[in-house]
């Protein structure tokens, strides 16, 4: 099977946005779960958090197994400033191609689970939509495991 990689949002995602404190990554072991059914996929953060707190600080949500899968996070939109115009629009989507290009190749696989698509190119099929208010609900891990599974992710 080959690496995937799947970059995370946190709020509105690993659990509803302007929530609690109480209920920070409430969604989390759901997709937790997926992950531990796919061992190939890997984690990056795409989170407005990544501008706050180190790495290390961002995974200590995580359980001990996925914690080292998440392998990093994503740079600003604006560093570099080079990268392909159509995604001067989309940053987040332009982030994760920068990070690709980076990190991987920038033809390999990868999905982002994010409360906000229109900060990534439309239509793309890479961006699984989450519902700000309930973050990520069976629904959207359901729509994560089909789009692994289309990605030859047997472990499902």
């Known amino acids: 099977m080959k690496l995937v990689t799947l970059f995370l949002d946190f709020d509105g995602v690993t659990h509803p946005l302007h929530c609690h404190e109480r209920k920070h990554f409430s969604c989390l072991a759901g997709i937790e779960a997926v992950l531990r059914e796919c061992p190939t996929v890997e984690v990056v953060l795409s989170t407005t958090w990544r501008l706050r707190y180190e790495l290390d600080h961002l995974r200590r949500p995580f359980s001990d197994d996925i914690r080292p899968r998440v392998v990093g996070s994503t740079p600003l939109a604006s560093s570099p400033p080079s990268g392909p115009s159509r995604l001067d629009a989309f940053s987040r989507h332009k ?62």
């Open 95 to 156: 982030e994760v191609w920068h990070w690709m290009l980076k990190n991987r190749n920038a033809s390999d696989r990868w999905l982002a689970i994010d409360d906000r698509p229109y900060l990534f190119r439309p239509f793309s099929d890479a961006v699984i939509e989450c519902d700000p208010r309930t973050g990520a609900d069976e629904q959207v891990l359901a729509r994560l495991k089909v789009r692994l599974l289309q990605m030859g992710q047997t472990g499902i």
